[in-house]
């Protein structure tokens, strides 16, 4: 069987368990069917619809699906039928599924074969524990019990597993024997058995027997699932649950539900496969629906399987689907809301939060569900307001008395008004003027107001006044005004590196750049006490603490804050940054050290599709708010898909390692069998090592790392194939070595290795190699006689070095092509061709595989664009670093009347091919630059080697560089000047651009040595 499965691995059912024995009530939030992140898998995937069935986690971490010819393995990224070419313990001449029964409490998975065989798997091989017996015909359903008893049912009746052999159990009664169809595990330390017109229970010797209460209708009991309150759902022609030896019929709208697998879910939910219907959860006895309305890829469910990851797995007719929860619950048209897409949102001080949309219509109150509360009711969506009555309504800010400041067209005015869920909305006397608008409300009831373009008001008691500010210019306006919790008011003006601090309607306190503001202020947000976050022009972030200001400039979230609509949330434990580019968020004690000056810039996490955000951005503009707190301290965003709410209660780690695993070899296309040592033969044209890693949650998070020790000198990043590809290895023994982190970051508990032995020709082999030694001995007068040839010999071992070094670098090549462009490309097509045979027939499962295309597309493009950087130059491989320099130099400037030389100082000799390659791209780049822009009439290169560094100089009589060049060129991210930099620093060296003083353009660059050869 090529595969392997290598460490002893802590065992993840221990870690499962104690991932999932958290109490019922640690988590407030439990997320509906609809809201759960969704993926799917069909044919196009190579998911095998037909004759899948029940599934199991093994002990490794791979997913097995009842399958026809084999089991059916998905790791999370590749499915793969297991079969007799795998593992012999697979042979059979019988024809049928493969089934997947169930995994012990040692993380063994017990199955069956179509003859009736029983099949253990663990440490990645099977083996038989029972072969095929006639007299049994086979076995049909087998459990585990909490006591360790493993129980099966035959078509002869109920079995116990003792000593490899099945044994009548000695409490069950003959007419049990031969009606028994089902068999789960109970709550405590027995089982229940399906039967006959009855169902029974078996627990410490005991007995127990329940009729169905009519008979006439149903007669055949299947128990499904048994939760932890003692409820246990039972399939017949109908659905029943039994608890306290009372039957209740259960229906769905009125609809019969055709039963075919029942699971219990981690929040202790039943999870009932219905055939037609699709999922049913039932929480509380409440039944919620999944159906392909949702995305299922079919209604016809038949099993499902809730991991210790904390996904729910579903197999039905048309493939196989995952749930799991993500810290976004997205709410949409399918959810009720009467929008498409919102523009703004305000939270409401009494409860839900406030909505207004790209359309102008009504404002929206949304409230219950997510919202406010913690169960999955749905949300009330209500709008106070007929638009009849008011047109084209906005949020500007939240009341402190409960609901919203809004404003809107009444006839020909713009006026603002005071909204609330129940209430008439009150008119207020004040007619705004057409333009941005900025609005907050104290504690006392003052509402401070900007009247775009310009002015400055306060209004309590229906009462209007004007605020001076002292602006300079016809274009200064408020850019944006906030109250902070001591019931300050303050008020940044645009364009001007100013705040200004309002107590009792008077300026106390102004910020300008005197006493430190570096930018203009864009958005401000208070914290508690007297700290304020703000949004500073150009990028950055401040936070302001008794008036000590402090800029923070965070590197990964500068284009998000440069744009022109900005949402921060600051909160106790984290601070939320939102835009048009992206959703993040840092942790609060990491900014409050930065900004303390006692920690590097802190790294937001950034949330995208596999969280619940269908479009990871915020809309909104320079006015409208894109994010909002709401009252029980969720986080609530406007994106173009939909309103989006942070859970902290959804926002669950992943606590299980994944396991680093070696699938399988191929050598020149051919699957190679290995056990603790993969033996090689000589010469190998291409070896192909397929490895992954089993965290299945969120596969494509995973990270995952191989080398092959005497190959790669380090740790080569796994790609989205997870195939790591060889060309022309030499004789000799290697390690190959996996390693694989989950999407939070948890390590696998050891590394996956395969000890890699590659055969010698004969030529190479240790005996001729001998003899060649003892013949060179015996010559050794000879040696003499050559010694005229010295030179020639030392000229051709260089040649030999160049040789192997070139031949080195082209099967790194090989190597790259194969895992990037070719393998890449060639998933790409197979999906492309799936979407053109299910482009009609299958919209959906079409769209989400052009999806996964442009991912894979994107992984390929960023490949590529990493070996252009570190392809080796095939103008160095017969002539020295200078030589190329000027061959490329002359070629480039043609017949134009430039004069260009090349100078060489110290002792020149060959570098190491990283370094020359660097050198002579840089070197070329920068030539370019000056024929291209500097209209330059002479170029000189200076190359100056030092015993550690080598230094290149190239210098121009051109217009010379322009001021901001170097800065626009890096934050562009093109070739060019930035291309020259990162080269320089991708080497450990340094390059500088500047400017002579008599005219031109000066490039050095310099790198540290490392000799080609000894």
Not at 41 to 56: E, I
Not at 259 to 267: A, F, K, P, Q, V
Not at 514 to 531: F, K, M, N, Q, S
Not at 789 to 808: N, P
Request: with cysteine.
């Amino acid at each position: 069987m090529a595969m392997r499965i290598c460490g002893g691995w802590l065992s993840m059912g221990v870690l499962g368990m104690s991932f999932a024995s958290a109490p019922a009530n640690a988590q407030r939030s439990v997320q509906a069917l609809r809201h759960k992140h969704h993926t799917t898998w069909g044919a196009s995937d190579g998911m095998m619809a037909a004759g899948t069935g029940l599934m199991q986690r093994s002990g490794d971490g791979y997913l097995w699906i009842q399958n026809r010819d084999g089991l059916l393995r998905f790791d999370g990224v590749r499915f793969r039928v297991i079969d007799s070419l795998d593992s012999p313990a697979l042979r059979t001449t019988s024809s049928g599924a493969f089934v997947p029964l169930f995994v012990d409490r040692d993380n063994a998975m017990w199955s069956t074969r179509p003859d009736g065989a029983l099949l253990r798997y663990a440490d990645g091989r099977f083996t038989t524990v029972l072969g095929p017996d006639p007299s049994r015909v086979g076995i049909l359903r087998g459990v585990q019990d909490r006591t360790g008893r493993m129980w099966f049912i035959t078509a002869r009746g109920l079995f116990i597993l003792k000593d490899r052999q099945l044994v009548r159990s000695g409490i069950t009664p003959a007419a049990l024997d031969t009606v028994a169809s089902t068999v789960i595990a109970d709550t405590g330390t027995g089982v229940w058995v399906g039967g006959y017109k009855s169902v029974w229970h078996l627990s410490r010797g005991r007995l127990d027997k329940f009729d169905v209460p009519d008979p006439e209708v149903f007669r055949h009991t299947r128990p499904l699932c048994q939760l932890r309150d003692g409820t246990l759902y039972i399939g017949a022609y109908d659905l029943f649950t039994l608890k306290d030896g009372v039957w209740t019929r259960v229906r769905y709208e009125g609809q019969t539900i055709s039963w075919i697998h029942g699971s219990e879910s981690r929040e202790h939910d039943a999870l009932i496969a219905a055939r037609g219907l699709g999922l049913l959860r039932f929480r509380d006895g409440r039944p919620e629906r999944l159906s392909p309305r949702e995305g299922l890829t079919s209604a016809v469910v038949k099993a499902t399987l809730p991991d210790q990851e904390g996904s729910i797995w579903i197999t039905t007719e048309g493939g196989l689907d995952r749930l799991r929860t993500a810290p976004f619950t997205t709410f949409t048209r399918r959810d009720g809301a009467p929008f498409d897409a919102p523009l703004g949102v305000e939270s409401d001080p009494t409860g839900g939060v406030w909505i207004d949309t790209w359309d102008g219509g009504s404002l929206i109150h949304a409230r219950g569900g997510a919202m406010d509360e913690r169960d999955a009711t749905d949300v009330r969506w209500n709008t106070p307001v007929p638009t009849t009555v008011v047109e084209n309504y906005g949020v500007l800010g939240s009341s402190r008395g409960g609901g919203i400041w809004a404003v809107g067209h009444r006839g020909t005015e713009r006026v603002l008004r005071r909204m609330s869920p129940t209430g008439t909305p009150s008119f207020m006397p004040l007619r705004l003027p057409r333009g941005s608008n900025i609005l907050a409300e104290d504690r006392g009831g003052t509402v401070w107001i900007s009247l775009t373009p310009a002015g400055f008001v306060r209004m309590r008691d229906g009462r209007v006044d004007s605020v001076p500010l002292p602006l300079s210019g016809q274009s200064r306006y408020v850019q944006w005004v906030a109250v902070d919790s001591l019931d300050h008011t303050w008020v940044a003006i645009n364009e001007m590196k100013v705040l200004y601090e309002f107590v009792d309607g008077r300026i106390v306190a102004t910020i300008d750049s005197t006493t430190g503001l570096p930018h203009p202020v864009e958005r401000i947000r208070a914290a508690g006490g007297d700290t304020l976050w703000m949004v500073l022009a150009g990028g950055s972030l401040a936070r302001m603490i008794g008036h000590r200001l402090r800029e923070l400039q965070i590197p990964s979230a500068r284009e998000l804050l440069r744009q022109n609509s900005v949402a921060i949330v600051p909160r106790r434990h984290d601070f939320w940054l939102a835009s048009p580019v992206g959703i993040g968020r840092v942790k609060m004690t990491e900014l409050n050290a930065y900004a303390d000056g006692r920690a590097p810039p802190p790294l937001p996490r950034y949330y995208d599709r596999e969280d619940g955000l269908p479009v990871p951005i915020i809309s909104g503009n320079a006015t409208r708010h894109g994010a909002a707190l709401t009252r029980e301290g969720d986080v609530v965003f406007s994106t173009p898909a939909g309103i989006a709410i942070f859970d902290d209660d959804l926002d669950v780690r992943n606590p299980i390692a994944p396991h680093a695993l070696v699938e399988d070899v191929t050598v020149s296309g051919r699957p190679l069998p290995y056990d603790s040592l993969l033996v090689v033969p000589p010469a190998p044209d291409r070896v192909e090592i397929r490895y992954t890693a089993t965290s299945l949650r969120i596969p494509a998070r995973v990270r995952i790392e191989y080398r092959l020790d005497g190959v790669d000198d380090a740790w080569v990043p796994g790609n989205a194939l997870r195939t790591a590809t060889y060309s022309q290895l030499r004789p000799g023994r290697y390690r190959f070595r996996v390693r694989a982190w989950n999407e939070d970051g948890v390590p696998s508990m050891q590394e996956a290795s395969l000890s890699v032995r590659v055969l010698p020709r004969w030529f190479e082999s240790t005996g001729f190699v001998t003899i060649a030694l003892l013949t060179l001995v015996a010559g050794g007068p000879l040696l003499a006689i050559s010694r005229t040839r010295a030179r020639a010999t030392a000229r051709e071992h260089r040649l030999r070095e160049r040789f192997d070094a070139t031949l080195a670098e082209r099967g790194r090549l090989s190597r790259e092509l194969h895992d990037t462009l070719l393998q890449g490309f060639t998933g790409i097509t197979l999906k492309l061709q799936a979407v053109r045979a299910t482009m009609l027939t299958s919209p959906n499962e079409a769209a989400a595989t052009l999806t996964r295309v442009l991912d894979e597309s994107d992984l390929a493009l960023i490949d590529a664009r990493q070996m252009i950087w570190d392809m080796r130059l095939t103008e160095l491989e017969d002539r020295d670093l200078c030589d190329a320099i000027e061959e490329s130099g002359r070629r480039m400037v043609g017949d134009a009347p430039i004069d260009f030389r090349v100078n060489l100082t110290g002792d020149g000799r060959r570098l190491s091919p990283g370094v020359e390659s660097v050198l002579y791209r840089i070197c070329r780049e920068a030539v370019a630059n000056a024929l291209k822009h500097a209209r330059a009439s002479a170029i000189v290169v200076e190359v100056t080697y030092e015993s550690a560094t080598v230094r290149l100089r190239v210098r121009d009589n051109g217009v010379g560089v322009a001021v901001g060049a170097v800065d626009d060129a890096s934050s562009r991210g093109h070739f060019g000047i930035s291309g020259m930099l990162e080269r320089a620093a991708r080497a450990g060296g340094s390059l500088t651009i500047t400017a002579v003083a008599s005219g031109g353009t000066e490039i050095t660059v310099s790198l540290p040595t490392v000799p080609e050869s000894a």
